[in-house]
């Protein structure tokens, strides 16, 4: 039997740097962000593609997703 579960994307919002510019919003191939009191805000991380496109369009760099660089790039773990 295979378990099926919903992925947790862990999307931060640094709030010292966010704007509230909207690239965010502008970009996101899922509407994942709205801003709300002039602040982004991930109204729907569960749809979240981990793609990246909102970390690179981030004029503030305010965004961070977890397993993901500050270049919006994926992490990869290496093993020796």
Known sequence: MET???????????????????????????????VVNRKALPVEQDICLECGTCIR????KAIRIAG??????????TTH
Request: hydrophobic share 35%.
């Open 57 to 60: 369009n981030c004029p503030e």
């Open 68 to 77: 993901l660089d500050e270049q919006g790039i994926t992490i990869k773990e």
């Open 4 to 34: 099926i579960g919903i992925k947790q994307t862990q999307i931060t919002i640094l709030d010292n740097a966010c704007v509230g510019c909207g690239e965010c919003v502008k970009y996101c191939p899922m509407s994942v962000f709205a």
